[in-house]
């Protein structure tokens, strides 16, 4: 009842394909550095990089969200990671 009450299942299916890529995509690493073969050292520097690398352009998305909407669309973000890199993922 309760899914007919919010549109049926059908309806809530990309949401649902949409997480379950997510979460397949933040296992990948490990999976692929398990099968690859690698050291354990050298698995685990890449899945740390990896991990580094999405906080960076998560923190930057954050801080370029939040600049945009204090200052205008058109403002130049030069703060927070857009100081010290060269303007990671920005659009």
Not at 52 to 75: E, Q, R
Request: glycine share 12%; with cysteine; hydrophobic share 50%.
């Amino acid at each position: 009842k309760r899914a007919q009450d919010r549109g049926g299942r059908l309806k809530r299916l990309p949401f649902i394909l949409g997480c379950s890529f997510l979460y397949a995509g933040m296992a990948a690493p490990l999976l692929l550095t398990a099968t690859a073969g690698l050291s354990g050292k050298l698995a685990f520097a890449s899945v740390v990089a990896m991990y580094v690398g999405l906080f960076v352009a998560a923190w930057g998305d954050l801080v370029k969200t939040w600049v945009k909407a204090d200052k205008g669309g058109d403002h130049l973000v030069t703060s927070g990671p857009f100081a010290l890199l060269r303007h990671p993922n920005y659009t």
